[in-house]
């Protein structure tokens, strides 16, 4: 999971068939700002669950954001 360094922004998950030798299929999950992210894999199933940062804004105690969590299919990355 990456995006644009600088901004955290455009929170994309990449999928690699060379292990890890280069990267592809990328999916924007939030093109917003983002923060720190972790995956979770049913791979029984198919699934992946992403849970990150989202949602700043300035507030009294400086910035402040929520939480998601986006279900994505496996076919979403046309993975085998």
Same mark, same amino acid.
């Given at each position: 999971?990456?995006?644009m360094f600088q901004e955290r922004r455009n929170l994309t998950l990449w999928h690699? #068939?060379?292990e890890g030798q280069t990267w592809n299929h990328g999916l924007?999950?939030?093109a917003g700002e983002?923060?720190?992210s972790d995956l979770a894999v049913d791979e029984e199933n198919g699934i992946m669950y992403v849970l990150y #940062?989202?949602?700043y804004a300035e507030g009294e105690y400086g910035r402040a954001?929520?939480?998601k969590v986006v279900k994505i299919n496996r076919d979403c990355?046309?993975?085998p």
């Open positions: 999971i990456g995006g690699s #068939e060379d924007i999950i939030d983002n923060a720190y #940062e989202c949602n954001g929520g939480m990355l046309r993975l």
